[in-house]
T-cell receptor, first 114, second 113 residues
Framework: DAGVTQSPTHLIKTRGQQVTLRCSPK?????VSWYQQALGQGPQFIFQ???????QRGNFPDRFSGHQFPNYSSELNVNALLLGDSALYLC?????????????FGSGTRLTVV | AQSVTQLGSHVSVSEGALVLLRCNYS??????LFWYVQYPNQGLQLLLK??????LVKGINGFEAEFKKSETSFHLTKPSAHMSDAAEYFC???????????FGAGTRLTVKP
């Protein structure tokens, strides 16, 4: 049973560019949450998608946007990249109606902005 | 909104010693609480969770945590540290109404031989 898959694992972008990160949830999960983890910090909640809609959003600017597809996979888009966007981006999946279930995390995408 | 405070960004213990990692939470509703572990360049792995059943929760690798509502705490313990326990540990709180999970800043555990 495949867990959460994120791609790519690493990428380097130039300041001002745009980036798209992808996430395939664990089989049976229908909810995807995205987190940003800066070096030495805890994961910061970006947003959560369920039924192809953004359900919750953390304190991130509109440069951060997302999408969820009918197969529950998700994308995170970041526009106008800043040096401060360099971080590990984690995707977590869960089953929306099973509220006491924990998240399953992917291994993350390491984004470096130069 | 709920939040978590982890006391001590870095904890160092000797192999075989007690491990105690502190976590206090804030939540407007009865929360769900979690401890995750992260090894370098990896995602987060669930150690244990509290979801309103028994207040003493046992997890993987000999870890356990006790939910204390009066103290708004969910501290993680392990009786005897092993070298393989060296990692970053994150406490998290979830709102059961919407599955919104928030993390603490983390505690780096170092185990000395």
């Amino acid at each position: 049973d495949a867990g959460v898959t994120q791609s790519p694992t690493h990428l380097i972008k130039t300041r001002g560019q745009q980036v798209t990160l992808r996430c395939s949830p664990k089989s049976g999960h229908d909810t995807v949450s995205w987190y940003q983890q800066a070096l030495g910090q805890g994961p910061q909640f970006i947003f959560q998608y369920y039924e192809e809609e953004e359900r919750q959003r953390g304190n991130f600017p509109d440069r951060f946007s997302g999408h969820q597809f009918p197969n529950y996979s998700s994308e995170l888009n970041v526009n106008a990249l800043l040096l401060g966007d360099s971080a590990l981006y984690l995707c977590a999946s869960s089953f929306f109606l099973d509220r006491d279930d924990s998240y399953t995390f992917g291994s993350g995408t390491r984004l470096t902005v130069v | 909104a709920q939040s978590v405070t982890q006391l001590g960004s870095h904890v160092s213990v000797s192999e075989g010693a007690l491990v105690l990692l502190r976590c206090n939470y804030s939540s407007s509703v009865p929360p769900y609480l979690f401890w995750y572990v992260q090894y370098p360049n990896q995602g987060l792995q669930l150690l244990l969770k509290y979801t309103s059943a028994a207040t003493l929760v046992k997890g993987i690798n000999g870890f356990e945590a006790e939910f204390k509502k009066s103290e708004t705490s969910f501290h993680l313990t392990k009786p005897s540290a092993h070298m393989s326990d060296a990692a970053e540990y994150f406490c998290a709180v979830s709102d059961p109404r919407n599955n919104d999970m928030r993390f603490g800043a983390g505690t780096r555990l170092t185990v000395k031989p």
